[in-house]
């Protein structure tokens, strides 16, 4: 067993998905000009992410029964499409826009960084996104995942214990042999807090070229890494 | 669209799993003669997946909790160890052997065909194996799967409705889009009367060369087919 300072080495690595694995920035801003060209991507794109945090919070206090993101983003995009001249979209129109979240494309580093750790660890997704959407990102980006979980498995959102330590129950391993791999020290924190190990991934570009985000490091996380080469690297992978 | 005599092409191929894509028989017999080369492993082999189907009726008629099958192999398990003169197994060799279950191989036909078929097709595990026990031997198999779905996300065991709808539920498709494929003809009438399309594969050993199975087509399936690659040629994959 290794005994460096970092102590045990993981056995599964599960990867937040929005922002750690893929750009949702720029797929959601070039699927909504597809649609529309006079709209403002970016402002739309952050406009319908800053609606995720508060649509799950109605749900985990209850005011909303369980809900997949999908319904969510719906939900979401519904009350901003007259803000951002959308009215006019068909059914189908905002259906086919609702499922951008399904089409975002990785960062560069992702397909290649997934197949090493691959080669050394379980690599699965611990994201709020439904089953559904991470699956067909999935095959649409070729993302290697040995296994898909979400909070549709776990009946409950991150930041909730019950989604970190699940991934623990579902293999059958201590916490602390999971390592939570996300660009959010938020989640991070989150899993800390569960006795799992912790990955930060530099994603300065998340909310976009012209608003870069504090990559600072946090001395609590076991790793800290540019991105998924680097942390191959550091995994020795 | 096709509009074959098959109805609209299936989207979405959810497998069975023991026994439709992973031979159980001859993997349980190989662990367990491992551990003790005088065990009949063949006549082990079938009283423990005997054990399977009354166990899983124990849960879902109450008497049990919701139960992961890896805890309900090692139930049946314990039950056995006497008469197979396993009662001198210490603890690790019993939960090595009851993790026999993770290690089995695929079909010869099943790593090519699942390739072929997931070109044109979401795959993906319908199976009442728990996710980590089906990530686990998909990792160690090269199985393929887009996505591992299981009794454990929809906390019913087939043939509960809430399984077959479920696949339907989590990739937003009508029921008759999913394709059940299946070694086992209670497995896919199950599904049919879900409204899902259905697959027979012939897996005439999966009891062991020593007792063939009956493979006769049922002509209320969708599709018949000899093994995975038969299946593919009959999709156009």
Known sequence: MDTTPFGLPPQILAFDVFGTVVDWHSGI?????????????????????????????????????WTLIDDLHRLILDGLAARFGLQDLTEAEMRQLNTAWH????????????????????????SNGNI???????????????????????????PDPATYLGVARVFGVDPGRVMLVAAHQDDLAAAR????????????????????????????????????????DQLGC
């Open 29 to 65: 801003a070039r699927e909504v000009q597809a649609l529309r060209p006079a709209v403002d991507g970016a402002a739309f794109a952050l406009a319908w992410r800053s609606g995720y945090q508060p649509a799950m919070r109605r749900v985990m206090s209850g005011e909303l029964g």
């Open 132 to 158: 559904g959407l991470l699956a067909n990102m999935a095959k649409r980006a070729r993302l290697p995942w040995d296994c898909i979980l979400s909070a549709e498995v776990f009946r409950a959102y991150k």
């Open 193 to 232: 807090a569960c006795g799992l190990q912790t990955a930060y991934v530099e994603r300065p570009a998340e909310f976009g070229a012209a608003n870069p985000k504090d990559v600072s490091p946090c001395p609590a996380n076991t790793r800290h890494a540019g991105d998924f080469l680097a942390l191959a």
């Open 103 to 126: 089409r975002l494309d990785p960062w560069p580093d992702v397909v290649e960084g997934l197949a090493r750790l691959k080669a050394r660890h379980v690599v699965c997704t611990l």
